[in-house]
């Protein structure tokens, strides 16, 4: 499989988190046989009700708790984070300390936050994860943004 049909993995689960009530949001695992090993799609709401939710339940943070809890980060530096949006600083940090060594987006931060605007559910914060990454002591690949328009659909009509 290519970059962008993971991508589009990520875009299916995005779209049943929305479906689910949770902010859509959808990114998983990849190991280095190609083999998708974990996915998660947002938990902000998963409680029932999304004022109660976990305002840290981002996809990527959430698969990169799993990850990190299941394999070692020798492994992990061998495998693929794909993510239907760019990983913000909090997810970016995660990815860095859970050991993955790739991470493959699709909308960057950037036009996130001019789609959603200054939605009190989801502060972006124009803070490219290539300059979180940059910042560590080990390289960590970045590609993105890849399918832009796919994965803008995705919010379409959410943040309003």
């Known amino acids: 499989m290519s970059d962008e049909d993971y991508l589009r993995l990520t875009l299916r689960i995005a779209r049943e988190s929305r479906a689910a009530g949770n902010h859509p949001f959808g990114a998983i695992l990849v190991g280095p046989d190609g083999a998708v090993l974990m996915r998660a799609g947002n938990a902000h709401g998963e409680v029932g009700d999304p004022t109660l939710g976990d305002r840290t339940g981002h ?5 990169m708790t799993r990850a990190s809890l299941a ?8 495998c693929t984070m794909y993510a239907s949006a760019e990983p913000c600083a909090m997810c970016a940090g995660s990815v860095y300390w859970a050991g993955v060594g790739r991470v493959v987006y699709g909308l960057s931060e950037r036009d996130l936050g001019i789609l959603i605007g200054p939605h009190p559910e ?4 124009n803070l490219p994860c290539r300059v979180v990454l940059g910042a560590g002591q080990r390289s960590v690949e970045v590609i993105g943004p890849l399918l832009e328009d796919e994965s803008r659909a995705v919010h379409e009509g959410f943040w309003t």
């Open 71 to 78: 394999y070692k980060a020798e492994f992990l530096a061998s």
């Open 59 to 63: 996809a990527e943070r959430v698969l």
């Open 122 to 125: 989801n502060l972006t914060m």
